[in-house]
């Protein structure tokens, strides 16, 4: 038995870290330089001093019951906190919001900076290619990223899991990074804008460097409207929207960047909570099967590890 897993987000990392506890083990693939995703945590160095931007998700909240063992691991290990500003049941992880899916990561094969763009079935295993060549040998293929991926990867073995995918579109946001030499007069959190639908001085969560550092996240809206302008502009405009809304006189960043998350938030389809093809040995995890939520990132990968188990067992 040889699984493969493409993807290292939340979803990705908590299936192999229930298959990995039944004894199976996975090969892990993710396009990315490091563990994060939409987690992920942007460092950078101003004036000789690191910063740390926070610049996909901001927070998360732990209900589920399994999720909430998980979550009281890392906090008993420091690598997450409350995070008050955001609310009483709110928490970051420490010190950058990628630290959980780093303490996912850790004693698993992942494979990063190695991206897969296409499946192929032969002799019943699957092959896996991307820029890196090809991966053989594999009796099941997980595929836990964004619906839109996901659906071209599955579309040649299985219309039912394309369609469920093709039925998810996910809101786009782009996100602007800034720090100043001085203090803004505003809270810790912001909320109300039409441009800019959340506001944090990242900065003050626990384990950062204290700095005046925000991020600011785009309405979904204000993003579709400037998809395909640069970062550069973006990141100016959105700026100024921000002091504009919050009648606040401009002040001029010691650093200014943005990104684009083109698959930032899924609008799910209501159904199971994961796919699992036994006699393709194909399965489908991630928060646009339930919810665009941390939390619904990893029961869906937890689930996808409790059917696929059964059926191996």
């Known amino acids: 038995m040889k699984v493969a897993i493409i993807g290292a987000g939340m979803a990705g990392l908590s299936c192999a870290r229930a298959l990995a506890q039944a004894g199976v083990a996975a090969d892990i693939f993710d396009k990315g330089r490091g563990p994060g995703g939409r987690m992920s ?23 589920d019951e399994r999720f909430r ?54 002799a019943g295993q699957w092959v896996l290619h991307g820029g890196e060549g090809a991966h053989s040998g594999y009796t099941s293929v997980v595929i836990a990223v964004p619906a839109e991926q996901a659906g071209p990867l599955v579309a040649p073995f299985s219309a039912e899991f394309a369609d469920r995918a093709e039925l998810t579109t996910s809101e786009p946001c782009w996100t602007v ?16 804008g039409e441009g800019v639908a959340w506001a944090a001085r990242d900065g003050a969560k626990l384990g950062r460097s204290g700095s005046e550092s925000w991020v600011l996240q785009a309405s979904p809206q204000w993003t579709r409207d400037h998809l395909d302008q640069s970062p550069e502009q973006i990141a100016t405009q959105l700026l100024a929207g921000f002091f504009a ?30 796919l699992w093809d ?14 665009p939520r941390i939390e619904s990132a990893w029961i869906s990968g937890r689930e996808l590890a409790d059917r696929m188990i059964a059926t191996f067992e």
């Open 177 to 192: 990074m800034a720090c100043f030499a001085l203090t803004l007069p505003l809270a810790d959190t912001i909320t109300t």
């Open 245 to 274: 809304e919050n009648a606040i006189a401009p002040a001029q960043p010691t650093y200014l960047a943005a990104h684009r998350w083109l698959y930032a938030k899924a609008q799910p389809v209501a159904g199971e909570p994961a």
């Open 278 to 291: 036994a006699s393709l040995g194909l399965g489908l995890a991630g928060d646009w099967l339930l919810a």
């Open 41 to 63: 945590t942007r460092r950078v160095e101003v004036d000789g001093r690191e910063l740390r931007f926070d610049h996909g998700a901001q927070y998360f909240t732990a209900r």
């Open 69 to 122: 063992a998980e979550v009281t691991a890392w906090r008993a290990a420091g690598r997450v906190a409350p995070w008050p500003s955001a609310g009483a049941e709110a928490l970051v992880g420490v010190p950058g919001m990628n630290e959980p899916v780093r303490a996912m990561a850790e004693g698993l094969d992942v494979r990063w900076a190695t991206r897969i763009d296409r499946l192929e079935r032969v």
